[in-house]
């Protein structure tokens, strides 16, 4: 009976893990969008390109997106 216990509370702690973890993706996801729209519309203003906006905003988000992930890992 205890093992079935300990099976029981694993696999509930393993289900709060992943709703967790997916949580935070989608948080990351919309800050994400919302820093590479603001970038492409601004650095498209200064009169830059398309393709290299898009270059440039996926690569700042992408570090920006990192960081606050992995804040030890200061780019």
């Known amino acids: ?3 079935k216990k300990l099976v029981a509370v694993f696999l509930m702690c ?3 893990l992943t ?3 997916v949580l935070k993706v989608e948080a990351t996801e919309e800050e994400y969008k919302d820093c590479y729209n603001t970038c ?3 650095c498209s203003q200064q009169g830059q390109g398309y393709t290299f ?3 440039k905003c ?3 988000c992408s570090r920006k997106d990192f960081v606050a992930q992995f804040p030890k890992f200061k780019a």
């Open 14 to 16: 393993m289900v709060v």
């Open 58 to 60: 996926d690569e700042d």
């Open 19 to 21: 709703a967790v973890s």
């Open 53 to 55: 906006c898009e270059v």
């Open 40 to 42: 492409h519309q601004e």
């Open 1 to 3: 009976m205890e093992a």
